[in-house]
C-alpha cells in the first residue's frame, strides 16, 4: 500500500519543540520532492515549506522562517519538520505530501498523509 504517515504531533506548551516526521510507505521517498501543509480550525489550508529530492528548501510563509526547519534523511525514507519556538497561532493539523516538484498547491502532488495534530497551549 502506497501512503505518507505523519508522526510526532501533540501538546506543547508556547516557546516549546516538535519534530514532525513523515515516513513513506510502498514508494521510495527520495525520488519525490516533500512538502508540509497544515490546516487550523476555521481556516484554508496552506503550505509550510517544502524540500525537493535534490535538498533545495522552499518556505512558503514567513512566520515559520528561522523557527521551522525541513530535513530529509534519504536512508529512513523520512522527512522531518523540526518546529521552534512555537505559538498558539502553530496549532493545526500537519499534513506531509509527496510530488514531482515543490508546488504550493495542495492538489498538485502524488500521495497525501493522513495528517498529525500539534497544539500549542499553556
Known amino acids: 500500500q502506497l501512503q505518507l504517515v505523519e508522526s510526532g504531533g501533540g501538546l506543547v506548551q508556547p516557546g516549546g519543540s516538535l519534530r514532525l516526521s513523515c515516513a513513506a510507505s510502498g514508494f521510495y521517498l527520495p525520488y519525490y520532492a516533500i512538502g508540509w501543509f497544515r490546516q487550523a480550525p476555521g481556516k484554508e489550508r496552506e503550505g509550510v515549506s517544502c524540500i525537493t529530492n535534490s535538498g533545495d528548501i522552499t518556505d512558503y510563509d514567513d512566520s515559520e522562517k528561522g523557527r521551522f526547519t525541513i530535513s530529509r534523511d534519504n536512508a529512513k525514507n523520512t522527512v522531518y519538520l523540526q518546529m521552534n519556538n512555537l505559538k498558539p497561532e502553530d496549532t493545526a493539523v500537519y499534513y506531509c505530501?509527496?510530488?514531482?516538484?515543490?508546488?504550493?498547491?495542495?492538489?498538485?502532488?502524488?500521495?497525501w498523509g493522513q495528517g498529525t495534530q500539534v497544539t500549542v497551549s499553556s
Open positions: 505530501v509527496a510530488g514531482l516538484q515543490c508546488v504550493k498547491s495542495w492538489y498538485a502532488n502524488e500521495y
